[in-house]
C-alpha cells in the first residue's frame, strides 16, 4: 500500500469531486421527487453535502488529519483490484477496522477515489441521508434535527475522510433499531460498531446493563443485585485477565500521546500509569476521569479547535437543559439512566485514553447518543411535553 498520496492537478480533482457532488445530490433530488422531504429540506441537504469542499483544501490541508490517506490509498486499491476484498483474512482485528471502512468508501457511488473530498462527500452524505430518513421517521424533532446539521464537531468529522463518521452514524442506526425493536439489523449494527472500533462495545454494554435495571417507572431491585453480584463475582474470577486488558489498550493510548517508539523510558514512564485493584491506583482513576470530562481549553490549551469545543459542549448542554425543562413532568427514572450510561461511558473510556483530540473523537458519539437517546426514551414512553 502507498505510504502517501498526491492528488490530482486541481482542474482535475475539482472535476471529479463535483460529479461526484452531482450524482449524491441527485440522491436527494429523487428523494424530493417522491415527496419524502420539502424543498426547502432539500436545499438544505444540497447546500450541507458541500462542506467536505471547505474541510479538505480550503479551509484545512488534509495533513492535519493524516489517517485520511490509510483510508483512500486502500479504497483507491479496492476499486482498482475488487480482489483485495479477499485479503480480510490478513488483518489483525486492530486493523480491520481499516479495511471495513475501507469497504464501505470503495464502493460508494462517487466517482473517483483519487480525491480526498470524494470519500468526504461519501461520508457527509451518509451523514444526511441518515438524519433525513430519521427526521421523515419522526425519530427527532425539528430542534434536536437542527442541533444535528450545526454541530462543529459533527460537520467536521462528518466532512473528513475518516471512519469517525461511519461510527456517528451506526450510532444513530443503533437508537433507532432499538427502539423499533429491529432486533436483526441491531445485532448487525453492533456488529459493525464493534468491528470499527472495539472500545465502544463498552458504552453498549453499559447501555443494556443499565436499561435492564431502570426502567420508565421504576428501578428493577432484583435486576440491580443481579448485575452488581455478576461484577463482582467477575472481577474476583478474572481480576488479573481484566487489569492485563485495561492495561494493554491503556498502554496504546499512552503510546499514542506520548510517543509511538518504543524505548526503556517510554516503558518505564508508562509503569507509573498502570492501573491496578488496590487504593495506590485511586489518585489515577480520579485524575483520568477529571481529563476526561474537562474540556481542554479549560485546562490551559488555548486554541481555536479547543475554544470551538467549548462552545459547542457547553451550547448542547444548555439545549439538554432547556428541553428538559419545557418538560410538563420530569422522568427522573428516564433522567438517572441516560445520566448513569453518559457518566459511567466517559468514566470507563477516561481509563484508557490521555490525549485531548482521540478524547474528543470518543466523547463525540457518546453525547449524541445519551442526548437523542434520552429524548427518544421520552418519546416512546408517551411522556407529555
Known sequence: MPTSWVQPIFIYSIIYDFASYLILSSIFILIYKKKIISIKYLYINLIFLLTPFLFNGFLFEWSLFPDQSKYLNLSYEMRENP????????????????????????????????????????????????????????????????????????????????????????????LYFFYQKKYFLLSITIILLTLMRFPILINLVIFFLVSSSIKHDRINYNNFFILFLLCIITLVLFNDHIIDTLNFFRAGFFSEEYGRYQSMTQQSDFNNFKINLTLDSLPLVIIGFFNFLVPPFIKGKITFFYFVQLIETLLILLFSYVKIKFQKKINSYILLKWSLIYFLSYFMYSLIIFNDGTIHRYKLPILFFVLIGYFTNIKKEKIKW
Do not use: C
Not at 473517483?112 to 427526521?135: D, K
Not at 425519530?139 to 469517525?164: K, M
Open 83 to 174: 480482489e483485495r476484498l479477499f485479503d480480510f483474512l490478513d488483518y489483525t482485528l486492530k486493523d480491520f477496522k481499516l479495511f471495513l471502512s475501507s469497504v464501505l468508501f470503495a464502493f460508494s457511488p462517487i466517482l473517483s477515489m483519487e480525491t480526498y473530498v470524494g470519500i468526504s462527500l461519501y461520508n457527509r452524505f451518509l451523514f444526511l441521508i441518515t438524519l433525513t430518513f430519521l427526521f421523515h421517521k419522526k425519530f427527532f424533532d425539528n430542534y434536536i434535527l437542527i442541533l444535528l446539521l450545526v454541530s462543529p464537531s459533527l460537520i467536521l468529522y462528518s466532512s473528513l475522510a475518516l471512519r469517525d463518521n461511519l461510527i456517528i452514524v451506526l450510532i444513530l442506526w443503533f
